[in-house]
C-alpha cells in the first residue's frame, strides 16, 4: 500500500511538472525572478491547445448568439413601432395565447429588455397552458440523455428511471433517447469489457432486463419506448456527445414534451444545416 501511494505521488509529481513546463510564463520562475525557458514540451499536454482554441470558439460563439439579443432589446427602448419590436411582441403573444390573465405589462417589460422583470408565482386555481400539462398523460414524452447503461452515472442511471415512472404513473407515450455508443473502445472506456453490445438491440434488451429485475419496474420494461442516437465519447471532458441532429430524430408530429438532461452537452457541437 505504501509503495504505491509513492508511485502515485511521483506520477502527479510528473503531471504537475509537466503542466508547469508548458505555462513556464505562469507557473515557473527562477530565484532571480526570470522565467525559465522551457523548449520541450511533452505531448501529454498537446490537448491544452485544441482546448484553448475551443473556449475561443464558445466565446464566439456566445457572442454571436448575444448580439442579435441585445440589439432587440435596443430597439425596443423607445421604439415602438419598429419591426423587431412589433415581430418579438407577436412571438410573446402568441406562445401566451390562451391564456387569458396574461399581465401584458409583463409583455412590454420584456420588449423593452427591462432588467427588473421577474416572473410572478403561480396563482392558486389558474389554468395550466395546454401545451405545458404534464398531467395531460396523452402527451407523448421524450426523455432525452447524454448516457446510458450500464454506466452507472446519474444521467444515465436518473433519466431511465425518470422515464419508467412516468410509464408507470400511466402516462401512454414514453420516448427515452439514448446515445449509442458505435465505437467499441468507447463503449469499453464506460462500460468496461464485460458489458460490450454489438447492436443497439442488445444494448435495448439490457436496459429493459436491467429495469425488471434490478428496478422493480416491470410495466415499463414492456412499455418504455427506447430509441437511439449515434454518439462518440470526447476523452478530454470524459463525456459523450451527439454525432448529428437530435432533433431531426424526433418526428414533429411526436414531439409534445420534451425532458433534456444535461442539455449543454446535448447542444455542445452545432449541428450541419439550419
Not at 507557473?27 to 491544452?48: A, D
Amino acid at each position: 500500500m505504501l509503495r504505491q501511494r509513492i508511485l502515485q505521488r511521483r506520477a502527479w509529481k510528473r503531471v504537475f511538472d509537466e503542466i508547469r513546463d508548458y505555462y513556464p510564463s505562469s507557473l515557473s520562475s527562477s530565484s532571480s525572478g526570470k522565467t525559465k525557458s522551457h523548449n520541450k514540451i511533452s505531448r501529454r499536454f498537446e490537448g491544452f491547445e485544441n482546448w484553448e482554441r475551443r473556449l475561443a470558439q464558445w466565446s464566439q460563439d456566445i457572442e454571436e448568439y448575444l448580439d442579435p439579443l441585445q440589439q432587440l432589446s435596443s430597439v425596443g427602448v423607445g421604439n415602438e413601432n419598429s419591426t423587431a419590436t412589433s415581430a418579438y411582441k407577436g412571438v410573446v403573444g402568441e406562445s401566451m395565447h390562451g391564456a387569458d390573465d396574461f399581465d401584458v405589462g409583463m409583455s412590454d417589460n420584456l420588449v423593452r429588455g427591462d432588467s427588473s422583470f421577474k416572473p410572478r408565482a403561480i396563482i392558486e386555481g389558474e389554468a395550466v397552458l395546454p401545451y405545458a400539462d404534464l398531467s395531460d398523460k396523452s402527451k407523448h414524452i421524450w426523455v432525452i440523455t447524454t448516457a446510458a447503461l450500464p454506466w452507472m452515472t446519474g444521467t444515465a442511471v436518473n433519466p431511465m428511471l425518470r422515464a419508467a415512472y412516468l410509464c408507470e404513473a400511466g402516462h401512454e407515450k414514453v420516448t427515452i433517447m439514448l446515445p449509442w455508443l458505435e465505437r467499441s473502445r468507447d463503449q469499453e472506456k464506460l462500460y468496461g469489457q464485460k458489458e460490450r453490445f454489438v447492436s443497439q438491440e442488445d444494448q435495448e434488451q439490457f436496459l429493459r432486463e436491467w429495469l425488471k429485475e434490478t428496478a422493480l419496474l416491470p410495466k415499463a420494461s414492456t412499455l418504455l419506448d427506447i430509441r437511439w442516437y449515434t454518439a462518440w465519447q470526447e476523452t478530454l471532458e470524459n463525456s459523450v456527445y451527439a454525432m448529428g441532429d437530435i432533433t431531426g430524430l424526433i418526428p414533429d408530429d411526436e414531439a409534445d414534451i420534451g425532458i433534456l438532461e444535461e442539455p449543454e452537452h446535448l447542444n455542445w457541437y452545432r449541428a450541419p444545416g439550419k
